[in-house]
């Protein structure tokens, strides 16, 4: 039996780059694409993809389920948000009444992030975290989150691992990290990561490096993330038993930077085009911080530190293991990034959303 796939957060910039890139993956045979789309603009630029554009919502369980019967959707590809588990279940749900209806394998993928994995949600840093970990999921139990609300991510890969293995459908944890690159999909074409950076230096007027020493963290490129998601999609649809459930966590990372370095070469690109005024990185002060803060629109339930940080800062493990099992290459070298950064600032300011 062939499956219907459904991509969700095609707008954004990894789903939008899944949807540009997956016609042409030579892809083992499925049987239809949809997309989940908000507005009649959504559906028209979906359509210039071959795919066909499905709008219902997925807080509500009985729209999710009606969509899920009615187009027979057996792989779900969600991109949407990582802190709240509620959509998920109601997919999670669907799915498992395809299962029985059908007797085939159903699947879902949970789009997660690297932050979840880092010392911001109460991840172990004192050595590599091996995405392929047999004790992962036991790690991830563990957890508890110095900033309370990063406990909600945690608790939603969870969730979606539990529900899923509950209901006998097969789930995937797949984890971006400080993705870059330009975005090929309709909608947005940049990082919500470098973003932040650049964001913080245009109103500072220079770069602060927000670290208690040398911070380290996984980066990847659009191109080979992409690659992940298209190359785990491909042992689904031939029948490969890829990891799922307590052994189904997937980084798209080829290595890590360290956030100084990093700050550096975004910092040297600034300087050049006047945005800042000098490439010399420097710790700030507290007030600084709080202008950072309210820079990049902390909201309330954060202290300026910890919104700061959390956003351009921090150290995360996390090292890829299980997506190279697969046959995943990526094209780039983790120092790609800082190679790259003038062509990622000039990217960014000329998308910037102030």
């Not at 990063?150 to 459908?169: K, L």
Request: net charge negative; glycine share 8%.
């Amino acid at each position: 039996m062939s499956h219907n796939i459904l991509l969700t957060g095609v707008s954004g910039y990894l789903g939008g780059t899944i949807l540009a890139r997956i016609g042409a993956a030579n892809l083992p045979p499925y049987d239809k694409l949809y997309a989940l789309v908000r507005t009649d603009e959504q559906a028209a630029a979906v359509k210039q993809y071959s795919v066909e554009p499905l709008a219902f919502n997925i807080q509500d369980e009985a729209a999710v389920r009606d969509a899920v019967l009615n187009y027979g959707i057996s792989v779900v590809f969600y991109l949407v948000d990582p802190f709240y588990s509620t959509p998920q279940v109601h997919f999670i749900k669907a799915l498992t009444e395809i299962k029985k209806n059908t007797g085939r394998d159903v699947h879902f993928l949970h789009t997660s992030g690297a932050k979840i994995f880092s010392n911001h949600a109460g991840a172990p840093i004192d050595k590599p975290l091996l995405d392929n970990d047999p004790q992962l999921y036991d790690i991830q139990k563990s957890q508890k989150a110095p900033i309370g609300f990063m406990q909600n991510p945690v608790e939603t890969n969870n969730i979606v691992i539990e529900e899923a293995e509950r209901h006998g459908v097969r789930s995937y944890i797949f984890v971006p990290c400080i993705v870059y690159g330009k975005g090929e999909g309709f909608g947005n074409p940049i990082s919500n990561q470098t973003v932040a950076i650049v964001r913080a230096a245009k109103a500072m007027k220079r770069v602060y490096d927000v670290n208690a020493g040398v911070s380290t963290w996984p980066v990847c490129h659009v191109i080979d993330n992409t690659t992940l998601y298209i190359e785990l999609l491909r042992k689904i649809l031939l029948g490969d038993n890829p990891g799922y459930g307590k052994n189904g966590y997937y980084l798209a990372s080829p290595g890590s930077v360290s956030w100084q370095d990093l700050y550096a070469a975004m910092a040297a690109s600034l300087a050049k085009r006047n945005i800042i005024e000098d490439d010399s990185v420097v710790t700030p002060s507290d007030e600084k911080i709080e202008e950072m803060a309210k820079a990049l629109k902390r909201p309330q339930q954060f202290s300026p530190n910890e919104w700061v940080e959390m956003l351009i800062g921090g150290k995360c493990t996390f090292t890829a293991r299980r997506g190279y099992e697969l046959g995943w290459k990526p094209q780039y070298a983790p120092t790609h990034i800082l190679e790259d950064a003038d062509t990622e600032v000039e990217l960014i300011l000329q998308h910037l959303k102030d």
